[in-house]
């Protein structure tokens, strides 16, 4: 466990102002710099473009663990659902996890259903700070809705809300959670790289 976890965990009640994790003048500082920086959230909170953009900014390595899986198992992550079914790909995910909380200095974008398996949290958090992305569904069909790469968002609305709502209470188990909602992807790489610098970012995200 590390310093990180001192912070306060959130706790979901619908409204991801609630968040207030992170106190005045607390960030990602000191020692901690090296730990990894890890992006949970559901399908299109902006994990892989923040992350990439973020890492790029800090001079890390960017693990993004969709593209990781593709590239292991030489198929996409739509073909692997396909041909082997969603048991498949959360092995995969599993060992990759596995090896990646034994690394240092990474940005990880997680898939959105990454942290799901409370042995996948578990070790990306022992392994650095959780940063929570998150985006009311109504935005999230807006910038993905018309794709096709995502599995899981192809159902009916009725069951993609359910599955959107039985997620935030484990995605808002963050460290910080950023309400992406009305800001650009460059706004967001700021924030975090605001913590990062150990500044006072208020994590309650008002626009
Ligand atoms: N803050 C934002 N504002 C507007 N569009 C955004 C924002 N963040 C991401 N997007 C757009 O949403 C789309 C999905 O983003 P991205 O692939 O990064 O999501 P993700 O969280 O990695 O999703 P997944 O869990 O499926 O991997 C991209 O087209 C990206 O440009
Ligand atoms: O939310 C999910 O369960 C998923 C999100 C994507 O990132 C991929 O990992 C896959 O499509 C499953
Ligand atoms: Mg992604």
Avoid at 84 to 102: D, Q, W, Y
């Amino acid at each position: 466990m590390n310093n990180f976890f001192e912070h306060e965990i959130t706790s979901f009640n619908g409204d991801p102002s609630k968040n207030d994790a992170l106190e005045e003048g607390e960030g990602l500082s000191g020692a901690a710099h090296n730990d990894n920086i890890v992006l949970v959230g559901f399908m299109g909170t902006g994990k892989s473009t923040v992350g990439r953009r973020l890492a790029k900014l800090l001079g890390r390595e960017f693990i993004d663990t969709d593209l990781e899986i593709e590239r292991l198992t030489e198929m996409t992550v739509s073909e692997i659902f396909r041909r082997h079914g969603e048991t498949r790909f959360r092995s995969e995910e599993r060992l990759l996890v596995k090896r990646l909380a034994e690394h240092k200095g990474y940005v990880i974008a997680t898939g959105g259903g990454t942290v799901l398996n409370p042995e996948n949290w578990r070790d990306l958090a022992q392994s650095g700070v959780i940063i929570g992305l998150y985006a009311p569904l109504d935005e999230i069909y807006k910038r993905i809705g018309y794709r096709n790469d995502r599995p899981l968002l192809r159902g009916d609305r009725q069951v993609v809300e359910e599955l959107w709502a039985k997620r935030q209470p484990i995605y808002n188990q963050a460290n910080w959670t950023i309400d992406t909602t009305h800001k650009g992807i460059e706004q967001v790489v700021e924030e975090i790289f605001s913590l990062y610098e150990g500044g006072s970012m208020d994590a309650r995200t008002e626009d």
